[in-house]
């Protein structure tokens, strides 16, 4: 079964709008969370990655205020996008990692930006 | 620096038929290398992985060999389902640092009953 649920699964909403994606490992400890993001037919772009009780690290060229990471516990990360526009649309992915274990992606959720 | 090349896409072929999906990198050290699958709307999920030289991952059916020699990580399912319809990943983990994948930029694999 799932071993990461990352909510919601689709979001649509006006620009100007804050997202909050929200991603939990079920039934690991996650030392390190990623957030990648993904546009149409191409790969995964990691935008940062954070470590427990420190804060998150961004790739270079992703805003860290436009993108709002917070690993919130162990088993908690959420991504805000603030002030969300139409550039903003994507498919944005979480994945978590515990100690001595692979990455578990979660299933992604897509933003809509109207 | 690290990166993941692989065989562009799409690929089409008939149920029964034999895949292969070419990958090949580049690493500073001995890196870990997987096989990652995206089905339409889902993340991504683990499908095989090897660690060392002349290690053979498998599952489903899927096999890749880690060849050092070629710094070659090919994808190969000797008959393909409807169902292996997905996107297909190829990256890796540098040994030393941070556990940052890098992914190869994907092959849409599509499979015709």
């Known amino acids: 079964g799932a071993v990461v649920s990352q909510h919601p699964s689709w979001v649509i909403c006006k620009s100007g709008t804050s997202v909050k994606i929200e991603c939990r490992s079920l039934?690991?400890?996650?030392?390190?969370m990623f957030w990648y993001r993904q546009f149409p037919k191409q790969s995964l772009m990691l935008m940062a990655t954070?470590?427990?009780?420190?804060?998150?690290?961004?790739e270079q060229g992703v805003e860290k205020d436009k993108f709002l990471i917070n690993h919130a516990s162990l088993t908690l990360s959420t991504l805000t996008v603030t002030s969300a526009h139409p550039e903003d649309s994507s498919f944005y992915i979480c994945?978590?990692?515990?100690?001595?274990?692979?990455?578990?992606f979660g299933d992604g959720t897509r933003l809509s930006i109207l | 620096g690290n990166s993941v090349t692989q065989m562009e896409g799409p690929v089409t072929l008939s149920e029964e038929a034999f895949l292969t999906i070419n990958c090949t990198y580049t690493?500073?050290?001995?890196?870990?290398l997987f096989w990652y699958v995206q089905y339409p709307g889902e993340g991504l999920q683990l499908l095989l992985k090897?660690?060392?030289?002349?290690d053979k991952g498998s599952n489903k059916g899927f096999e890749a060999t880690y060849r050092k020699e070629t710094t070659s990580f090919h994808l190969e399912k000797g008959s393909v389902q409807v169902s292996d319809s997905a996107v297909y990943f190829c990256?890796?983990?540098?040994?030393?640092?941070?556990?940052?994948?890098?992914f190869g930029q994907g092959t849409r694999l599509t499979i015709n009953p």
């Open positions: 690493a500073t050290g001995y890196p870990s």
């Open positions: 090897a660690t060392k030289a002349d």
């Open positions: 954070s470590n427990e009780g420190s804060k998150a690290t961004y």
């Open positions: 039934d690991f400890q996650a030392t390190t």
């Open positions: 990256a890796l983990v540098p040994i030393q640092g941070a556990q940052k994948l890098v």
């Open positions: 994945s978590l990692q515990g100690w001595d274990q692979p990455q578990h």
